[in-house]
């Protein structure tokens, strides 16, 4: 068999060694059989996960039935959607701050900035849970108001990673190009709008399919977080997976991998592969 | 390249720093601020914290139990993280000598869990790891093979195969969080591996020393940044995660976070919690003091 | 002498393939003990792909190379008794200078004593006696390359390769590495083989060239071969600066030969070139082999030079374009048939260059023994 096949190889092709690719392998079976086998038990005509029965989609109607968990997956997608497009905002324009200018305490400055990001999830729960209690923020507002505590966290944890995606882009600006928009008479507000920005494209684009997926993945900030009566989709899975382990887990979980997959793909399309792996 | 001074343009500089600002104060530092000062505080009655300045908190947490507890964290994390390199190092190798074709593809493979929902990933890790899920299956059919395998040499066969329980122990907990953080560790190192002049390495080579020594002594010290990177990008998570050992962990394989939480969700003891927190923090502080350190030694380019 | 110096590389049908790109196309090339051999080439064309499957790092997809007699197939690069200085020059930058130049002989096993001696004996030909304890990054680019050569030299390489060993350092540098180079090689004995795409650096070091263009060997010869008979239209355009006019062959005979160019005119040869009569042939005459006059002065200097026959190997025309380099001054002639001449001039005194302007009417000559004419 070719895979197997001592092929001659030249000496920097490592990936071509046979023990590199059962490595690789394994690793991408260990990445990825859970995740498989959740997928195709998805479809499984039985109530205990495990036998297989027959293929069946009674799961996917029933999750898709069950109007808790429609609304925690339209509550995550909500929470997302805004807390990215703040943090796109947030995020790039503490990228440019820190980037641009030079000010006093900048040092202190640049370290708080990137602080969330190394602050444990379950200290900024703890600490959002403590301030919502002591700033007494309303939790029986109507839908979406009521997902603004949430929200307000998941912007606070995701925007520096879009500082710290933009950041490295604007690194390899070339300040000549911005000298020679303003010499052919440009204004301020022009250089950002027609040079600076295409310029960050790529991280912004990066950025945003990072925030979405930190803020739709985030379990433990918004646990502390929610009220009583707004429930997003990680919260309701979790109850779900503590209590009651049903197939229609498997089902909402297959429709959020597919969600995540179209998103990167998206993502892809716009940027390539390169761009985003560059940006981690 | 030059900094502008803000004085210079100071409507851009308000421009682009008022809402970060307005923002990192508001919603990080005051809520922050607000852990850090009930940490000193005591509950009086059930809703009503007292900020009395005491330390009785910190004092609480240099109990045996926390401390065992602290420790238990910096072990697991530290497990974790050496098991993340030693499998992820040669992803990385792979993927930076992988052919222009692979290459994205291989690095594609590697993200997506990571941008794939945390506790569907737990949970389906849970199933596949369950007394009925196919880990055991597949123990079951190596155990049937070896008593098969006894009995044809003329031995006595094996007892039946009882399902061993991988969930819910310490075993569980590192598997989960080997699981979890693999592609922070891969996607570093990766990135400092892509940076290495190939020449280096065909220069050693060249001058006869094998591909081991090679990786020992030129790859390695040169990726050294990006180890390190890797290190904490994958130590830090770990030492606060809650969802595994939660979910995944049994009685005696709680982690800080978990204790933490509970001070909130059962025990209602904020002022306690907030001492773990800020604890935690600090801990996390020292890690990367630790790093930077490190690198005050002199760094070759 | 009765035996001839024997092949240390031989490359034997050597052609690699990147997919459907063909690097290097059937080579046989035999490089011989003691040569300083230049591989020439312009970027892409196969140069690099050849000397990095000599030293191991790219397999042949066809042929054979050997090293001393033995077929190189198979054998790792830090098997072969060959060593590389890169293009990069790829100095460990976590190691001293010394223990850079020591890596090698580390790990052959050659111990304390031995080891040092040989390393300071390498750094010392290599003029960085006393640098032992520096650090790469505290080292010009001038100084990480005699790093690079030292590491090497200290392994007492059968053949040393050196990949662009010049190109990253500045005019004035590389002109005096040219020479070090060549008495570092003469010092040593080692063969070295070198690639560039700067014909300066190869004609100026090598005891032999092969240009390579689209992965095959176009000539191989001395440098003075190659400058003065380039075997084809490729080596005469990319060697030194050339004008090139399509012609036939009108007549060839052994102690002489004709071809007739509606370009440049009648062009006499004082050999013969052996192509079929009336065969289309090309003329190449190099720049600095014309001799440019005021019209009418061009008598009395034909006079001189009176080695072929009327209105043979002669010229006129009008200056279109001058360019004033110090040591020559170069000139871009429209000739009466229309087409463009490059002509150098020495500027012998300080005021030759003002002896022609632009929109001058001048007359040219050049000798029956200056043109080459190219079959292909």
Known sequence: MALFARAARAPLEYSRTLWMRLWVGAVMVFLYAPLAVLMIFSFNDSKRNVVWRGFTTKYYEKALSNDQLVEALVNSLAIAALATLASLVIGTLAAIMLWRFRFPLKGIVDGTVSLPIIVPEICLGVAFLMFFAAVDWPTDLIWPFNLGAITIAHITFCFPFVTMVVRSRLASFNREQEEAAKDLGASEWQVFRDVLIPHIKPALVAGALLAFTLSLDDFVITYFTSGPDTITFPVKVYSMVRFSVTPEVNAASTLLIILTVVLTFIALKLQGVKAIADTH | MAEQDWGTNKRAFAAVSLPTLFWVVAFFLVPMAIVWLYSFGENRGLTDIDISGTLDNYKRATEWLYVTIFAKSFAVAALVTLICLIVGFPVAMAITFASEKWRPWLLLGIMLPFWTNLLIRTYALMMLLGTQGFANKGLGLLWGGASWVKTLVGLEPLPTWEPVELLFNNFAVVFGLVYVHLPFMVLPLYAALDRLDRSLIEASLDLGAGHFRTIMRIVVPLAAPGIVAGVMITLIPALGAYLTPDLMGGTDSQMIANVIERQFKKANDWPFGAALSFLLIYAMFILIALQSLRRKVPEVR | ?376
């Not at chain 3, 080439?41 to 050997?66: D, H, N, V, W, Y």
């Not at chain 3, 100095?91 to 004593?113: C, E, Q, R, T, W």
């Not at chain 3, 300066?200 to 003075?224: C, H």
């Not at chain 3, 071969?225 to 030194?240: H, S």
């Open chain 3, 1 to 376: 002498m009765t035996n001839a110096p024997k092949p240390i590389i031989q490359i034997r049908n050597v052609s690699k393939r990147f997919g459907k790109v063909t690097a290097v196309d059937d080579v046989n090339l035999d490089i011989l003990t003691g040569e300083f051999f230049v591989l020439l080439g312009p970027s892409g064309c196969g140069k690099t792909t050849l000397l990095r499957m000599i030293a191991g790092f790219e397999l042949p997809t066809e042929g054979q190379i050997l090293i001393d007699g033995q077929d190189m197939a198979g054998i790792a690069p830090n098997k072969r008794p060959v060593n590389m200085v890169f293009q990069s020059y790829a100095v460990f930058p976590h190691m001293s200078v010394a223990d850079n130049v020591g890596y090698g002989l580390k790990i052959a096993g050659v111990k304390g004593g031995e080891a040092k001696d040989r390393v300071a004996e390498a750094l010392e030909l290599v003029k960085l006696g006393g640098y032992e304890a520096r650090m790469p990054d505290q080292m010009s680019g001038g100084q990480r390359q005699r790093v690079a050569l030292a590491r090497s030299l200290v392994m007492r390489p059968k053949v040393l390769l050196l990949d662009e060993p010049l190109s990253a350092l500045d005019a004035k540098l590389r002109a005096q590495m040219q020479f070090e180079l060549s008495d570092l090689q003469d010092q040593v004995g080692i063969t070295f083989v070198t690639v560039t795409h700067d014909q300066d650096e190869a004609l100026s070091m090598a005891s032999r060239i092969a240009v390579i263009n689209k992965g095959d060997v176009a000539q191989l010869a001395t440098p003075s071969d190659l400058y003065e008979y380039p075997a084809n239209r490729f080596v005469a355009d990319f060697v030194g600066s050339v004008n090139i006019f399509e012609g036939k062959l009108t007549l060839d005979e052994p102690d002489r030969a004709a071809v007739d160019c509606p370009g440049l005119g009648k062009v006499y040869l004082n050999h013969g070139v052996t192509g079929p009569h009336g065969a289309d042939v090309w003329v190449a005459l190099r720049p600095e082999k014309i001799y440019l006059h005021v019209p009418g002065e061009g008598k009395a200097v034909r006079a001189a030079a009176l080695d072929a026959p009327e209105d043979h190997n002669f010229a006129r025309g009008c200056i279109k374009g001058m360019s004033y380099l110090g040591d020559i001054t170069l000139y871009e002639i429209l000739l009466d048939s229309g087409a463009m001449l490059r002509v150098s001039r020495p500027n012998l005194s300080r005021h030759d260059q003002e002896d022609f302007t632009w929109d001058d009417r001048v007359s040219m000559h050049w000798r029956a023994d200056s043109p080459v004419v190219l079959l292909g």
